[in-house]
């Protein structure tokens, strides 16, 4: 039977039991919020294990279905209470912009989206009201154009109807167009006019008005207008068909951009969803139950079973596995796990079965920190954007003069019907002219960017560290944990004549096995990484800054530095030349002495990274000057160097002397990267233009960095310098393509080929090339996420 913790059971008899005075109507202790429920009134209920439980509302009553051992138990008040964090949205262009609620940017326009995306979020509401009025406008255009362009079609249409009443029609199939579908349109230009922030919506309001009021006058007033200005049929001309259209090619721009722009969240939607839904939680009775994963507490023991996703961060208690972590660091082969061995919510257990307890839930996931992360680099603006916010500033004060000044040119020198030419060419200019391209070029490839590091194991920032990470020609690296391993292993057993290998290393395991101490670790891993038998020691003691005694069997031994060994250690024992060799090498010598004789030297030593070598040749191919900084002493520091190819080396280095490096590299005009992790690194990696922390490192690492490896190793380096050029190249395009793309239509919104061709850009055109603008902008930068990292 179930035991529960003290007082527990009394109170869920409170649940359970109604109750209350005499006259008053009974209640209950709701057994997940705790709230009185007064019964008899419809509040929802649930019978478990024979008894009865009320609630105060259904959201209750689920919770409590889901896991009712959490609530009963009072596992449930172990939960840190913690207030629900409300939605936020930001712009994706001005992400300064930030509101508790949706809707549209007051800066640019654009429709606010949600900080961080859900796994579960429904359908964009922008999106379908887009759709929806896409598909009326387009209905209605569709006939329109019919009516409108039947002439030229061969179509006898007009004449059926007659130019009086065809302009009737034009305008009641135009009217619910502009009028209604549009409505979200001139909401937002008008917004941008009375906040002074002049946008693509001021320039699309603007354009579509002149098209749909000239057209409104000349079927209501026709009258009014000149002769000249008079068409087919003794009527002036109209453009409803021009203004129903450029209506219906923006919805289609938007819908498309809309689309384009959800697939910016689809890594940390993918990295949202790695984590399970439940997890299978032990119960202090020994049987097991598909949990909430929101009920998991530190502490809780679970199981993972094969094909299954690892549920929170833990350490496996029971059991092994080789688990797939490919998802948060990029690496494809699966890592082996044994009892003691981390493991981190979101990876996938490949083979076999273990039981963990949970370290970290929630938000202290290793999970959700990386999802925060990457949800907070995509909100953050490149330095290179600045371009883009400034000709953006007064972009469209100038279109709207050029469209003026095309307007008089066109009225005052342009041919007859000159009214029309004008009105041509100025709703052509204000349509064409959309700035929306320019404000996307940068945003959409850091979004892009975040995402598709996160998937490589490579976490940013934000924008202004990918790009520095791209500009920097100079590396400045710690060794320990950065360029080796940052734990000690066995190196070299020698042992002296009448020892054997196997027997030197196995008294030291013995003499070891009680310290912890990284350099014992090392020892005592390597005797068991050969199966070597456990020898008893007593008599053990541990002499400070000389190393330990004991003994085993009849033998005295003692086990330690150059200070306990050296009265047994002679110069013209060969060992001493060895043990000096050593020693320059970096490696640390460990004398072994049984029976007031030197039996043999162990050495340990910290191993390189096997893929430092090829990172540092390949940064180097690539004209970076590779620095390594460390606090180690100079001959440890050259013989790492020399190992990798490194010319640069800066030994005996304090956290302060490799900050002044920093300091002193920026001094000479290099862009300089930071690449360490330890707490000692913390300084430097602020210091210079881009920290890069190493996954395993401390937090004050991580805190000070601007791109993190989720792994550590030096492999993700090299991903996160190409996704950062990648990423830079890509932002370039896009300017280039916005700024050229606005060079070239406005000039020929305007008429400049109407000298060669005699005839001017169709509004109805400049619509069509402004929607896609935006929609190839997206396009390329959607591109990064095919980039080979």
């Not at 953006?392 to 029309?420: D, Q």
Request: charged share 20%.
């Amino acid at each position: 039977m179930q035991k529960f913790e003290d007082g527990v059971f009394d109170r869920l008899f409170d649940a359970a039991a109604p109750s209350g005075p005499t006259g008053n109507p009974p209640t209950a202790i709701d057994p997940v919020c705790g709230m009185t429920v007064k019964l008899g009134i419809g509040k929802p209920s649930l019978t478990h294990d024979g008894v009865d439980y009320h609630f105060c509302n259904p959201k209750c009553r689920t919770r409590f279905a889901a896991d009712p051992w959490f609530y009963l138990s009072g596992h449930s008040r172990n939960k840190p209470k913690q207030p629900k964090a409300a939605v936020q949205y930001s712009c994706p262009m001005d992400p300064e912009i930030i509101r508790n609620e949706p809707g549209a940017c007051p800066i640019c326009g654009m429709a606010l989206e949600p900080m961080t995306p859900s796994a579960d979020e429904g359908p964009n509401p922008e999106l379908v009201d887009f759709t929806r009025r896409f598909l009326v406008s387009a209905a209605l255009t569709a006939p329109l154009l019919v009516l409108a362009m039947g002439p030229m079609l061969g179509l006898p249409i007009r004449d059926l109807f007659g130019e009086r009443l065809s302009g009737f029609l034009e305008l009641a199939l135009a009217a619910p167009v502009v009028l209604w579908a549009a409505r979200p349109f001139f909401v937002r230009g008008w917004a941008s006019l009375r906040t002074g922030h002049y946008n693509m919506w001021t320039l699309i309001m603007l354009g579509v008005t002149a098209a749909f009021g000239y057209s409104l006058v000349a079927v209501l007033a026709p009258q009014i207008f000149p002769h000249d200005v008079a068409g087919h049929g003794g009527l002036p001309p109209v453009y409803f068909e021009a203004a129903a259209v450029i209506v219906t090619l923006v919805f289609l721009g938007q819908i498309l951009e809309l689309k384009a722009r959800a697939r910016t969240g689809d890594a940390i939607r993918a990295l949202i969803g790695l984590a399970p839904k439940t997890a299978r939680r032990i119960q202090p009775d020994g049987s097991e139950f598909d949990a909430p994963l929101e009920n998991i507490l530190p502490g809780d023991r679970l199981r993972v079973r094969p094909g299954e996703a690892v549920p929170v961060d833990g350490v496996v208690l029971d059991g092994g596995s080789s688990v797939d972590e490919s998802m948060i660091t990029g690496e494809p082969i699966p890592v082996e796990k044994a009892e003691g061995a981390a493991v981190t919510g979101g990876t996938i257990n490949r083979s076999g079965a273990f039981v963990m307890q949970a370290s970290h839930v929630g938000a202290d996931m290793l999970l959700s920190r990386i999802v925060a992360l990457v949800a907070e680099a995509q909100r953050s603006r490149a330095p290179i954007q600045k371009l883009a916010d400034r000709v953006s500033a007064w972009f469209a004060p100038a279109v709207v003069a050029v469209a003026g000044l095309s307007f008089c040119a066109w009225l005052i020198y342009g041919p007859s019907p000159s009214l029309v030419y004008a009105l041509i060419a100025a709703v052509s200019v204000l349509i064409i002219a959309c700035p929306c391209a320019l404000g996307l070029a940068a945003p959409m490839s850091v979004m892009i960017a975040a995402g598709r590091g996160a998937e490589a194991g490579v976490l940013v920032r934000d924008a202004a560290s990918l790009e520095a990470l791209a500009a920097a020609d100079c590396l400045v690296i710690d060794k320990t944990g950065t360029l080796t391993q940052g734990k000690p292993a066995l190196g070299e057993v020698i042992p002296n004549a009448g020892f054997s290998e196997e027997q030197a290393l196995q008294f030291a395991a013995a003499l070891e096995r009680g310290s912890e101490h990284p350099i014992a670790s090392a020892i005592v891993q390597a005797a068991e990484a050969r199966s070597l038998p456990r020898l008893a020691v007593t008599d053990f003691s541990a002499i400070t800054g000389k190393g330990v005694t004991g003994r085993i069997d009849a033998h005295a031994l003692a086990l330690g530095n150059h200070a306990l060994a050296g009265e047994f250690l002679s110069d013209a024992d060969p060992l001493a030349k060895v043990a000096a060799d050593l020693a320059g090498k970096g490696d640390t010598v460990v004398f072994l002495v049984v029976d007031h004789r030197l039996a043999g030297l162990l050495s340990v030593r910290d191993p390189i990274k096997p893929e430092a070598a090829e990172m540092v040749r390949r940064l180097e191919a690539e004209g970076m000057r590779v620095v390594m900084a460390t606090g180690d002493s100079l001959p440890t520091a050259r013989h790492v160097a020399a190992a990798l190819g490194i010319r640069d080396v800066r030994a005996g280095h304090s956290p302060e002397d490799k900050k002044a490096l920093i300091d002193a590299l920026r001094a000479e005009g290099l862009i300089v990267a930071m690449a360490g992790d330890g707490v000692n690194d913390a300084p430097a990696l602020a210091a210079a233009h881009v920290g890069v922390a190493m996954g395993a490192g401390s937090d004050a690492a991580l805190k000070s960095a601007g791109v993190t490896l989720v792994k550590g190793d030096l492999a993700a380096l090299g991903r996160a310098r190409r996704l950062a050029l990648a990423t830079v190249a890509n932002i370039r395009q896009n300017l280039f393509f916005a700024f050229a793309y606005n060079a070239v239509g406005v000039p020929f919104a305007a008429g400049l080929l109407y000298p060669f061709t005699g005839s001017l850009l169709s509004p109805m055109a400049a619509a069509a090339a402004m929607s896609l603008s935006s929609v190839s902008v997206i396009g390329n930068a959607l591109r990064l996420k095919r980039t080979s990292l």
